[in-house]
Every structure is written in C-alpha cells, then in structure tokens.
C-alpha cells in the first residue's frame, strides 16, 4: 500500500505549489522533495523538510558568509579535511527530516541512533492498518554459526514456504484479534453487546513485522552515523534496505559531503595500533602472521578481508 489516498494527494498538493526562498537551496534535493520511495513490501521513504546544503557545513567552519567568493574545489577540500580529521560540528548545522514507513521490528533497532528527534504513529490514538511485512524467499536464512547476531545459508524448498506461511497466518491471525478486540464502531464485524478494548491495550497483541511510520529528523553528522553502520554489508537486510535509499538521497542534497563520506567512512579501514604495527612490518619484509602479529584470530581475519594481501591470505 504505501502512502495512504490522503498522503498522496497532500504531497501531490505540496508539490505543485512550490514557494520562493532567500535561504540556500540543494537543487538535487529539490528534485526529489516529498517524493516517496518504495521500501521493502509495505514500507516508504521520504524527504519532508531540511535545512543547509554543502555550504553550510563550509559557512559553519569558517563562520563567514563567503557564497559569492566560494569555490567548489576549495569547499570539497576543506570537507575532506573535516571528515579525516573526525571534526563534527560543522556537519551539525545541516538537516534533514524523513516520514518512514517502517516494520515495527525494524523501528526498535532504528531508534538506537538516538541523537535524533522522533514523532512515531500512535497506536494509541489511531488503528493501525492490516499491513505487516513478509521477506521475499531469497531474505529467509538460517541463524548463523558465527555470528550470533546475523543469518546463515538461505532456507529453502518446503522450509522456507512454511516460515512464510507461518508468518502470514499469524499476523493476519493477530490482526483479526486486535480487530475484533478493538470492536471499533466502524469495522462491518462491530457488536453492539461489547464496549471494546482500549487502543492502548490491543494494539499489544499485533507482531513485530506490522508497520508504523514516523517522522525522523537529524543533522548531517548523526546521519553519516546512522549510514556508516546501516549501509554496510553487515547490517541486517531490512534495516539495510532504508540506509542504502537514504545514501542515495544524501547524495542528491549534499554531493560534495557525500564523496567525502564515501571516501573517508564507508569505504575506509579504520586499523588498531597493533594492526598498524603489523602492517609496517610487512611493508620492511618481515614475515608476519597471526601468532607473532599481536592480533586475535577474529582480528586477524579483519584485517586480512580489509586489506586483501596475499601475504595475509598465505598465513
């Protein structure tokens, strides 16, 4: 389902009557303001409000007003130096607010960034629709051996149709019960001899994979911490799934910071002193491995897959 016929049609209205500005503007962001991006079966995801463009983190580190004088050279050089360098602020003073449809499940591992501010669906004063998610049979995995917090080989065959039935039985089950526990005045299956559970109250009995949505606003910075850790491969899928649109949409509103993110967070190897060590010692010839680096087997391995040496590899 995605947006609602009320949704669509405010973000239709919105977007034929733009409005004039004498603050700074991100012409990519423009471009795709209000627009909703599918996510998973149910879910969307979408630009409402921000502020700032590349120009402000510029403004805020060098606190002058120099637009007229800037050159774009010179500002992606000097964000490049603050993101290696691991300054902060000045990636404070740009924002950004996305509405979220979201997977329940998916929402509660979300809100561990907390350096955010959230306005989250109230089941308490609203019903929540009958939408729930369902992964599609290449996302259905095993636990596993390894990681205990991350998925093994893919079910398949009869499992994996089972696990999705299974899924889909119960929370059409559950939705059924919160219905009819909820006896809401304007449901077909209302009963004129019950009063009805309180929202509050019901709403307990539906599953983690039925959505809800939210306003969620953040700055610059905390987005890039949100993204490093969500984007990556690691991450669980789902989560994945709304981090890797949200890269893309922080490309279009600040490229020159986004480049600079790319190069200095996500595709960067953060090492530990001893590692840094090790690898000294190999580029002077030493023959190093495991046993005489210093380094734990799981770091070891780390750094083997990071920096893709056949030395490493041989070990």
Same mark, same amino acid.
């Given at each position: 389902?995605?947006?609602?016929?009320?949704?669509?049609?405010?973000?239709?209205?919105?977007?034929?009557?733009?409005?004039?500005?004498?603050?700074?503007?991100?012409?990519?962001?423009?471009?795709?303001?209000?627009?909703?991006?599918?996510?998973?079966?149910?879910?969307?995801?979408?630009?409402?409000?921000?502020?700032?463009?590349?120009?402000?983190?510029?403004?805020?580190?060098?606190?002058?007003?120099?637009?007229?004088?800037?050159? /774009?050279?010179?500002?992606?050089?000097?964000?490049?130096?603050?993101?290696?360098?691991?300054?902060?602020?000045? %990636?404070?003073?740009?924002?950004?607010?996305?509405?979220?449809?979201?997977? /329940?499940?998916?929402?509660?591992?979300?809100?561990?960034?907390?350096?955010?501010?959230?306005?989250?669906?109230?089941?308490?004063?609203?019903?929540?629709?009958?939408?729930?998610?369902?992964?599609?049979?290449?996302?259905?995995?095993?636990?596993?051996?390894?990681?205990?917090?991350?998925?093994?080989?893919?079910?398949?065959?009869?499992?994996?149709?089972?696990?999705?039935?299974?899924?889909?039985?119960?929370?059409?089950?559950?939705?059924?019960?919160?219905?009819?526990?909820?006896?809401?005045?304007?449901?077909?299956?209302?009963?004129?001899?019950?009063?009805?559970?309180?929202?509050?109250?019901?709403?307990?009995?539906?599953?983690?994979? %039925?959505?809800?949505?939210?306003?969620?606003?953040?700055?610059?910075?905390?987005?890039?911490?949100?993204?490093?850790?969500?984007?990556?491969?690691?991450?669980? %899928?789902?989560?994945?799934?709304?981090?890797?649109?949200?890269?893309?949409?922080?490309?279009?509103?600040?490229?020159?910071?986004?480049?600079?993110?790319?190069?200095?967070?996500?595709?960067?190897?953060?090492?530990?002193?001893?590692?840094?060590?090790?690898?000294?010692?190999?580029?002077?010839?030493?023959?190093?491995?495991?046993?005489?680096?210093?380094?734990?087997?799981?770091?070891?391995?780390?750094?083997?897959?990071?920096?893709?040496?056949?030395?490493?590899?041989?070990?």
């Amino acid at each position: 389902m995605g947006l609602t016929t009320e949704q669509a049609a405010e973000i239709e209205s919105i977007r034929a009557t733009p409005s004039s500005t004498l603050r700074p503007v991100s012409p990519g962001l423009e471009e795709i303001l209000h627009k909703s991006f599918p996510v998973l079966d149910h879910g969307i995801i979408r630009v409402v409000d921000y502020m700032g463009d590349d120009s402000a983190i510029v403004q805020a580190a060098r606190v002058s007003y120099g637009r007229g004088t800037k050159r /774009i050279q010179e500002d992606s050089g000097l964000i490049k130096y603050l993101l290696r360098h691991l300054h902060t602020t000045p %990636f404070e003073m740009a924002e950004i607010k996305f509405h979220v449809k979201l997977p /329940i499940f998916v929402a509660r591992q979300w809100i561990r960034h907390r350096m955010a501010s959230v306005n989250e669906y109230s089941a308490r004063y609203s019903v929540l629709d009958n939408e729930f998610y369902i992964p599609q049979p290449e996302h259905l995995a095993a636990q596993s051996t390894l990681n205990r917090q991350g998925r093994g080989a893919v079910l398949e065959g009869d499992e994996a149709a089972e696990v999705i039935s299974l899924l889909r039985r119960d929370a059409e089950q559950a939705y059924d019960d919160y219905s009819t526990m909820l006896n809401d005045p304007g449901s077909p299956d209302h009963r004129d001899d019950r009063s009805g559970l309180a929202r509050e109250l019901a709403r307990m009995n539906l599953s983690l994979n %039925f959505y809800t949505q939210w306003y969620w606003k953040t700055d610059l910075h905390n987005l890039m911490n949100f993204l490093r850790l969500r984007a990556d491969s690691h991450a669980q %899928f789902e989560i994945r799934a709304y981090a890797e649109i949200m890269l893309e949409i922080m490309a279009a509103w600040v490229p020159i910071a986004h480049s600079a993110f790319k190069e200095y967070r996500m595709e960067a190897v953060q090492l530990s002193g001893t590692a840094v060590k090790a690898v000294r010692r190999m580029i002077a010839g030493e023959a190093v491995s495991q046993e005489n680096s210093g380094l734990s087997a799981r770091e070891w391995q780390e750094l083997s897959a990071a920096l893709d040496l056949p030395s490493l590899k041989a070990s």
